[in-house]
């Protein structure tokens, strides 16, 4: 069974499409990448898959672990082991990294039958993650994101990311605004998580991302639609000739 | 007007009929009578506020005005304090009931050299000197029809003074409750004076029943050259009750006046804020903390005046709004001509938990001098949609997201309260009207 299928899937925002009929499998174990210029869908794409409500599904359909997606509310769509990492993180201010956090881990712990984690034993569990992506301690007692540089905010993303340990992640343009050691370093955190029981989808306009988190597939989308799907090599191809070569297609 | 002569000399309140058949008070000092008298006079001049009064204008008193409330002959049974528990577990912690000092219910503590607190029918020496010195100097009894209704009615102050140079780090700690007696007037009053180079923290709650009552609490607040003063203020009254009350300050040469307020509860209450920064290097601070819902009705106006050079002045005001509530944030900051280098602050910033409820903001400033600096801002909205959505997306439930922000919203009022055992008090008052579970309560 797939982790996420999703079957000819159209979305509006605004009564404006913009998913236009997307399809895409993903399995278990794998690391797939979505390029595409901007205003693609990319983003839009994301949103929906973690389920904000500003956009609406017009067609179509998304399963996840054999489960209806469209059917469950963000939190539980959370608590099922799903994970978006924004591309413009929210501040949050007030709200301190830990103890939101907090209450994001033991919300999906409750949600699993599982008991909530002991104070101590959290807070070393977010001290060593927050390591591996080098995060200074003093940001998780800030409030969430607030005052964060922009790399400090992806950064914060990939940690809470190590954190929650989602069986589907997606990073939705993680790689933007950030120098080639931020990059390097987010990178790493990733692909420190890459494991045969957890999924990947990255989306990301440069290829650049994907020097570093080598990807199993490739889809290029473009005007609402995956336009081509192949393997790693095909964004590499992206990269000389860029998105004119779907030119035609895209229109 | 065009009513005949006969029928405005007959038009006497029913409030100074009251007044005058009130039981003689034996043995009170002729100022005091004097004050009484101005205070009845002052009202019988100047009536309930008319609906079309700029500064009275959304506050509805309809109801207030066609009730008479009238002052118990004794203390009722108060439901409100039975396993009541103060909100400060140190320190000395007076109470009234219904105006009336209540002994038994009282909490005594020894205090520093230097400092008394008492009601004023058990006080003698340099602190009853200092009440006749100060008592209605700084209330605007001749303004505001409450705070003249309090000072014609009074029963008994409960006067706080610290003697030049003393301090009391304990806080001392003040409870007006009003009992379950129908359509009574209650009227609590309070004094403090802190005299040259004194520190001091006090504590003022406000209580009540499910009665329909009228309480007009007045405070007075000095603070003399050097002086520092932590005021803390809770209002808690009852579901059904009207509150009008006034806090009045001056704050005298390097003096530090930093007011605290919460609001919670009550059918409608207003308070108004006057502060007269006087001396040169006076820094005033008010905080305030409205939690409204139902059809509540919760006003505030401020009037912070800067009468001379080098002078601070800040304010914050957070209202979080829930049901058809409606909340009035009037603020005024003066600076009179002079008043040099003044620097003042003004901030409101509301919540709208629900869709049905609303919020008046109209901060305003009044410059006389030109090398000032001012600034104030007003925000009104809901909660941010993304950040709720990027709680939930982390797998926070709706009810516990929404609490976060509300939470993180005004706990940063609270966050300077340097009273212990208040901050709890306060937080508690804050996480009852927050829709999530326990969650918040844990994490934060």
Not at chain 1, 134 to 159: A, C, H, I, M, W
Not at chain 2, 121 to 141: I, Y
Not at chain 2, 306 to 311: G, L, Q, V
């Amino acid at each position: 069974m797939a982790l996420l299928e999703i079957e000819n899937l159209h979305a509006a925002i605004d009564g404006t499409e913009i998913l236009k009929g997307i399809n895409l499998t993903l399995n278990t174990g794998e690391v797939h990448a979505i390029m595409g210029p901007n205003g693609s869908g990319k983003s839009t794409l994301a949103k929906v898959l973690a389920g904000d409500e500003a956009y609406e599904v017009t067609q179509g359909s998304i399963r996840y672990n054999g489960q209806d997606l469209l059917d469950m509310d963000p939190e539980i769509r959370a608590r099922e082991g799903m994970f978006l990492g924004f591309q413009y993180p929210v501040e949050i201010p007030g709200v301190s990294n830990t103890y939101f956090l907090k209450a994001a881990v033991n919300a999906i712990r409750k949600h699993r039958g599982q008991d909530e984690m002991d104070a101590m034993e959290f807070l070393q569990l977010i001290r060593e993650r927050a390591k591996t992506v080098k995060l200074e301690d003093t940001l998780l007692q800030r409030p969430v994101n607030e005052g964060f540089s922009g790399g400090e905010k992806k950064r914060n993303e990939v940690f809470q990311m190590a954190v929650l340990e989602p069986v589907l992640a997606i990073l939705d343009e993680t790689d933007s605004g950030l120098d080639i050691d931020a990059l390097r370093t987010v990178a790493e955190g990733v692909n420190a998580m890459r494991s045969a029981e957890r999924g990947f989808l990255v989306i990301t306009h440069y290829q650049r991302l994907l020097n570093y988190i080598v990807p199993d597939h490739v889809h290029v989308l473009l005007g609402g639609k995956v336009v081509k799907s192949g393997g790693k090599e095909l964004a590499k191809e992206l990269e000389q000739s860029g998105y004119a070569m779907f030119g035609e297609q895209a229109a | 007007m065009n009513q005949p002569v006969e029928s405005i000399a007959e038009q006497k309140s029913v409030y100074l009929r009251d007044f005058e058949h009130a039981p003689a008070r034996d043995g009170e000092p002729e100022w005091l009578t004097a004050l009484r008298r101005r205070g009845i006079e002052a009202f019988e001049r100047r009536g309930f506020p008319h609906s079309k009064e700029e500064s009275w204008r959304k506050t509805r008193l309809s109801q207030v005005a066609n009730t008479h409330y009238t002052v118990q002959p004794a203390a009722g049974e108060a439901s409100v304090l039975a396993g009541y528990r103060p909100a400060v577990e140190a320190g000395p912690c007076l109470v009234f009931l219904d105006g009336r000092f209540d002994a038994e219910r009282s909490r005594w503590a020894e205090l520093p050299a230097g400092v008394t607190a008492a009601p004023l029918s058990e006080l003698d020496g340099a602190a009853a000197t200092a009440v006749e010195n100060h008592l209605g100097t700084l209330a605007p009894v001749d303004e505001h029809p409450f705070a003249a209704l309090n000072t014609a009615f009074v029963q008994d102050v409960m006067v706080i003074h610290a003697a030049r140079g003393s301090l009391s780090e304990t806080p001392i700690s003040v409870v007006f409750a009003s009992s379950d007696s129908e359509e009574q007037a209650v009227y609590p009053r309070l004094l403090v004076v802190v005299e040259s180079g004194a520190e001091l923290r006090v504590v003022e709650q406000h209580v009540g029943g499910g009665a329909n009552y009228l309480s007009c609490p007045v405070t007075e607040l000095v603070a003399a050259d050097g002086a520092i003063l932590d005021y803390y203020r809770v209002q808690e009254p009852g579901d059904a009750a009207r509150q009008l009350g006034t806090v009045s300050t001056r704050a005298g040469k390097d003096a530090a006046v930093r007011m605290h307020t919460l609001a919670a509860g009550g059918q409608l209450s207003r308070t108004d804020i006057y502060a007269d920064l006087d001396g040169t290097g006076a820094d005033v601070e008010l905080n305030g903390l409205y939690l409204t819902e139902g059809r509540q009705f919760c006003d505030h106006h401020t009037w912070v005046s800067h009468n001379t050079e080098h002078t601070t002045s800040r304010q914050v005001f957070k209202g979080v709004l829930d049901g058809r509530s409606e909340t009035v944030f009037d603020g005024l900051v003066k600076v009179a001509e002079g008043a040099q280098k003044t620097d003042a602050q003004q901030e409101n910033r509301n919540l709208l938990m629900s869709k049905m409820a609303l919020a008046h903001s109209n901060p305003r400033l009044e410059i006389y001098a030109d090398d000032v600096k001012c600034s104030h801002g007003s925000t009104t909205g809901q909660l941010d949609k993304e950040a709720l959505f990027y709680l939930r997306s982390r797998g926070v439930g709706p009810a516990d997201a929404k609490s976060m922000l509300v939470f993180a919203f005004a706990n940063e009022m609270l966050e300077p309260i340097k009273v212990s055992g208040l901050h709890d008090y306060e937080r508690g008052l804050l996480f009852r009207r927050l829709p999530g579970d326990e969650t918040v309560r844990e994490v934060v």
